[in-house]
């Protein structure tokens, strides 16, 4: 179980020397645009990635006239050092050097919901995997070396591809179709899990007779059983010729994504509207998941009010609630939320200070 005991933001964006310690449940950060609401669930996704959900940039979050971001907190007991700039990068688990962002993804995991990040349902196949292996490492940490070789394999086949260098290739593609069956698997089976967990019960948000599907398409050909890895191998040598015209691997796990449908229509079909809020319907679902894994993340839900209406947001904060996560919500404040204040701290932020109300 995650939960933020305490929270220093030294320096991150205009965030400036911003300490408190935050409610268990929910803490509701109230202020108008521009003031550092966004920012401020930026520098959470960073304790808990070590990276930004908005800029791959590390002088977009360092403040101005500054060389480095620095954020400090306790979660579940454990002192969490976060120190970055262009060249250095520092983790200490209570003083103690981390050398890995997957430890410090373990500890704190964190899921969030936010315009800027976008919405899975409708979204581009980036954030659909993100969503998928988001999930699949925090009840398989182990995938992660497969992930990280799986990078590798790839890497090096395109540059064989890129070179017209086909003299290593078997090799690298022998790679590609042994790793590429593992993450599949795990996919296929975090997908199976995902479907038997009980839908969200949040009729404001969905209407409860309807059917709701999803499937993961694996990044291959249809012809391809993507859970083989002899089948694997054999495509990817009977069309070495195809992949070398092209100079990259144009399938693959990395180009796999997954399609949402209700009663049997596709996503693509929804509305705007529809797709926001089953996007938020598969997070929480995702999240529900976790909890009953006993894995309870924190949930970061930025500028909330923009995208629901009243009655679907204070369903969701309610929701959130009884299921015992640690909530981070960022509202504009131009309608009241139906908030439990025996269990929601309220913030306001202006011009990067945050003051508890």
């Not at 509207?273 to 598969?282: D, M, R």
Request: hydrophobic residues 35%.
């Amino acid at each position: 179980m995650a939960i933020i005991e305490k929270l220093h933001i030294l320096r991150f964006r205009n965030l400036d020397n911003q300490y408190l310690e935050p409610n268990t449940n929910t803490n509701l950060f109230i202020g108008g645009n521009g003031q550092g609401k966004t920012n401020l669930i930026e520098a959470l996704y960073y304790l808990g990635h070590n990276r930004s959900f908005k800029s791959k940039n590390i002088k977009d979050v360092v403040p101005l006239e500054k060389e480095t971001l620095q954020i400090d907190a306790v979660v579940d007991g454990v002192r969490v050092f976060l120190k970055k700039s262009k060249n250095k990068n520092t983790i200490l688990f209570n003083q103690q050097k981390v050398s890995s962002n997957s430890k410090l993804t373990h500890l704190i995991p964190t899921q969030i919901i936010s315009p800027d990040r976008g919405f899975v349902v409708g979204g581009p196949p980036k954030l659909k995997r993100s969503y998928l292996d988001w999930g699949v490492f925090h009840i398989n940490p182990g995938i992660l070396k497969t992930y990280k070789s799986y990078n590798k394999a790839l890497k090096n086949t395109n540059a064989l591809l890129t070179n017209n260098n086909t003299k290593q290739l078997d090799h690298w593609l022998a790679q590609v179709a042994t790793l590429s069956v593992e993450i599949s698997s795990a996919r296929a089976d975090y997908v199976e899990k995902l479907k038997k967990t009980p839908f969200v019960p949040l009729k404001e948000l969905i209407k409860q007779n309807n059917k709701f599907d999803f499937l993961l398409q694996s990044g291959w050909t249809k012809d391809v059983n993507h859970l083989d890895q002899e089948s694997v191998y054999k495509y990817l040598i009977e069309n070495k010729g195809s992949f070398a015209r092209i100079k990259h691997l144009n399938y693959g796990p990395h180009k796999a994504t997954i399609d949402y449908y209700i009663n049997n229509q596709n996503e693509q079909h929804f509305s705007r509207g529809e797709q926001k809020k089953l996007s938020l319907f598969y997070w929480i679902t995702q999240v529900l998941m976790m909890v009953e894994l006993n894995i309870k993340p924190i949930v970061l839900i930025d500028d909330v009010s923009s995208e629901l209406d009243q009655e679907k947001i204070d369903s969701i904060l309610d929701f959130l609630n009884k299921l015992g996560v640690q909530v981070f919500v960022t509202d504009i404040g131009n309608k009241p939320l139906s908030v439990d204040k025996k269990r929601t701290d309220i913030y306001h932020i202006d011009k990067g200070v945050i003051l508890k109300k």
